[in-house]
């Protein structure tokens, strides 16, 4: 089974608006999903530091996230 | 307290710091303060009121805050006035204000009957209300204001869900009664028994309460690099820097952003430990109460609302003062910037000569984010060695009490609690000789500092890392 790759920036921007929501809201995923998702970190994604928090779902890059808005788009997106 | 849940609210606060920060940087804050606002809120950006400029004038008293005036007694003087005053030459009078402005005046009636209601023949509503506060009129179920007791049992009582319990966020945070509303229907504080603990200012979805800020003038002074400025992390400061940022990486960070020294206030926290410890000796030999004095909230709750428990608390200083006079001693010419999860600190701070500033862990990292340091692409570390467990564990609820057990010889019993509205109950009991244990330890926030209003972390992770970081000594 291939893999949904989720890539949370962790970087100071992404961390001040948020990011350790984003972390710990997939963490809450129901089982199932969670385990359709390899969660990886990064340092810093595309350098869109005021569009903060960001996070890349299957290569696509998202903006200015919440823990609503990233459960949305991985729910759409998830292979 | 907290939830850390990041709202549009507090991330348009964060947005603001960094803003203002690169002004600082810049050196154009006095020139360029005045076109903040309408650089930051245009038509096109997400609004949350009537129009732009009611937005934008509400964002102008949290500049105010920000710059680090107090919002009432400056609502004449422009931005660019008090930029151009900068360094602050008043005294904060306090810490938690309300932004009159951007109170929306919430209704102050606790019970409301909604359209929910059908007039239905049972009337739980009436029949369960014990002062007979509930009326049907045109249909519909009416509670009487003047005669309600705001007891709640209606709103059980009813079938349909109809009637609604409406606390005003503020008021229903604040575990001390210190919110009421002033004659517009605003939120008023009520200075004498606010403890700054910060609860409201979380609580309230509009944002229309502030703590008022020290972030430019440290920002002032790091820039003009001065190299003048110590830092001062809360014990609590583990993982609040960003996902897996050890201790020894945020060091290295401070200093490369301009911090000539960082020290660990538990280090501070070892020697109220000891001191503490001490006194708690005498007390048991005598058979007396000892209260803890590290959480400032805490203590000045006590002091507010119990006089006569005043002469308990602990005479130790708390472990950010130990700190401070320690670095001053050492080095006289710096100045001491206290970073932690807390706002009572800020109050506790304008008491202590030797605490210059304090500084939440948002206002750090947007001084971080403003000078273009990303802790997450940082690699070198330096290691923080100043302080062992017993210091460190005063982060989290029932870490002094474990730390004060390892300290004292002799047997003591002893009690944690945390959270205003327990231990006002608790300090009821103390007054009327009703317990039984020679030691309360009282942290305002549940959970401890780890859960602080201004802590970025879930306070279990938080606590975990502490923990962690305490044993690694």
């Known amino acids: 089974m291939s893999k949904n790759i989720l890539k949370i920036c962790i970087g100071t921007p992404c961390h001040l608006m948020g990011a350790a929501n984003l972390l710990e809201s997939v963490e809450k995923f129901d089982c199932k999903l969670r385990q359709k998702i390899e969660l990886k970190t990064s340092h810093c994604i595309d350098n869109c530091c005021d569009q903060a928090p960001v996070a890349e779902f299957n290569g696509k890059v998202y903006q200015n996230l919440n823990p609503e808005k990233l459960y949305k788009i991985i729910r759409e997106n998830i292979k | ?473």
């Open chain 2, 1 to 473: 307290m907290s939830n850390n849940a990041i709202s549009e609210i507090v991330k348009l606060k964060r947005k603001l710091y960094v803003e203002l920060l690169k002004l600082v940087k810049s050196g154009d804050l006095t020139a360029e303060i005045s076109n903040l606002s309408k650089k930051m809120i245009t038509k096109d950006t997400a609004r949350y009121r009537c129009c732009e400029f009611k937005e934008r004038a509400i964002f102008e008293e949290r500049i105010k805050a920000v710059l680090g005036f107090n919002i009432a007694e400056n609502s004449k003087k422009s931005l660019e006035e008090l930029a151009a005053s900068l360094p602050r030459w008043q005294k904060k009078k306090r810490i938690v204000e309300v932004i009159g402005k951007a109170c929306d005046s919430c209704p102050i009636d606790k019970y409301l009957v909604t359209d929910a209601c059908r007039n239905c023949v049972a009337h739980k509503c009436v029949n369960s209300c014990p002062v007979k506060a509930i009326v049907v009129i045109q249909n519909k179920a009416y509670i009487d204001q003047d005669k309600c007791v705001e007891c709640g049992k209606c709103a059980q009582a009813c079938s349909y869900n109809a009637i609604l319990e409406n606390e005003r966020p503020c008021s229903r945070a604040c575990e001390l009664d210190a919110i009421s509303s002033d004659s517009n229907r605003q939120a008023k504080i009520d200075q004498k028994k606010c403890v700054s603990c910060g609860s409201c200012i979380a609580a309230c979805p509009f944002g229309a309460i502030t703590a008022i800020s020290d972030l430019i003038e440290v920002a002032l002074n790091l820039f003009a690099e001065k190299n003048n400025l110590a830092v001062m992390l809360a014990p609590s400061f583990l993982g609040q820097f960003g996902h897996q940022q050890s201790a020894a990486k945020v060091n290295y960070a401070l200093k490369k952003v301009g911090f000539r020294l960082v020290r660990e206030v538990a280090a501070g926290a070892e020697i109220t430990a000891a001191a503490e410890a001490e006194e708690l000796e005498e007390k048991i030999e005598f058979n007396k109460t000892l209260l803890s004095s590290c959480c400032p909230a805490f203590k000045k709750m006590v002091e507010n609302e119990f006089e006569e428990l005043s002469a308990l608390i602990s005479k130790t200083d708390s472990p950010m003062s130990v700190t401070a006079a320690e670095i001053k001693s050492k080095t006289p010419e710096l100045k001491t910037v206290f970073v932690g999860p807390c706002t009572a600190k800020k109050a506790e701070a304008l008491k202590d000569k030797n605490v210059d500033y304090v500084l939440n862990f948002a206002e750090m990292l947007a001084l971080f984010t403003a000078s273009n340091i990303n802790l997450a692409q940082i690699n070198e570390e330096e290691e923080l060695n100043d302080a062992g467990q017993l210091g460190r564990q005063f982060a989290y609820a029932g870490g002094l009490q474990q730390s004060l057990k390892e300290l004292t010889a002799s047997d003591f019993k002893c009690r944690q609690l945390d959270g205003l509205g327990r231990l006002k109950k608790e300090l009821y009991l103390i007054r009327a000789n009703k317990h039984d244990y020679n030691f309360l330890e009282g942290m305002a926030c549940s959970g401890g500092c780890v859960g602080g209003p201004f802590s970025m972390i879930n306070q279990n992770l938080a606590k975990k890392l502490v923990k962690e970081f305490a044993e690694s000594f």
